[in-house]
């Protein structure tokens, strides 16, 4: 037996090697392409999410943030220092306004590894156009760390199920009546269907009598007569077959 085969460590995965700013670096830059300049409270809450979503992936946390129950929310020192560290690295503000930082800040997109990634991605995909409260009722009372713990705790995250989806936030509402066209609408329509064969015809009609030979010649004649070698677009006429066959005869 091989004994280098037997005590060779074994392979980390890319993203276990990822550090915490990295991905706080990812986030930011993810935000910011998407036109979106997330405040503190944001931005912390974004982490916490990347976090939820993962374990649901995997069984594990993205970061290594030890999240705890502070005063409302999820919060810890290591995504304070994440977030001082990238506006040092960038030379920005979290108080600027959000056009000036998304206009004059360029942030490089570090490689997270596809679940991290897609995951980003879809989490400013589904916040970044929401009101705050949104978040913050999502972040609070739709998470299992955050619904068992009690304030100063340390959020534990081993009750949230591995389902190897994306948490459904928004279900669809399941008691919603199907939109019904009102019965003298319906009525309406079926008489308009019916009508429409003989409609069509009557129009194909009127269309093949403006191109024969004795209506534009009557055009013509009309043009002259009010003074202009112009054809005349704006005249609308109904031709009836008696009128038509008349003209044919003249």
Request: hydrophobic fraction near 40%; aromatic fraction near 10%.
């Amino acid at each position: 037996m091989n004994s280098t085969q037997d005590t060779a460590p074994a392979k980390l995965s890319p993203e276990a090697m990822l550090s915490d700013q990295t991905i706080a670096e990812r986030l930011l830059a993810e935000c910011l392409d998407a036109g979106h300049k997330p405040g503190k409270v944001q931005f912390t809450k974004y982490l916490y999410q990347l976090d939820y979503c993962h374990w649901r992936f995997t069984g594990k946390k993205a970061t290594d943030m030890p999240w705890k129950f502070y005063h409302y929310g999820p919060w810890c020192d290591e995504a304070e220092a994440c977030m001082a560290g990238l506006a040092r690295q960038y030379g920005f503000g979290w108080r600027e306004e959000e056009s000036a930082l998304i206009h004059s800040v360029a942030v490089a997109k570090p490689e997270v590894g596809v679940l991290i990634a897609g995951l980003i991605s879809r989490i400013v995909d589904l916040f970044k156009d929401k009101d705050l409260n949104t978040l913050l009722n999502t972040t609070y009372f739709d998470t299992e760390p955050m619904l068992r713990a009690n304030r100063g705790d340390l959020l534990d995250f081993s009750a949230v199920p591995v389902t190897k989806s994306f948490p459904q936030y928004y279900p669809s509402p399941t008691n919603v009546r199907p939109f019904q066209i009102p019965a003298a609408r319906l009525k309406k329509m079926e008489e308009f269907r019916a009508k429409w064969p003989r409609l069509k015809a009557k129009a194909m009609e009127r269309m093949a009598l403006r191109n024969t030979p004795e209506y534009l010649e009557a055009m013509d004649l009309l043009s002259k007569e009010l003074g202009t070698d112009e054809v005349i677009p704006g005249i609308k006429l109904r031709i009836t077959p008696a009128a038509a066959e008349g003209l044919r005869s003249a």
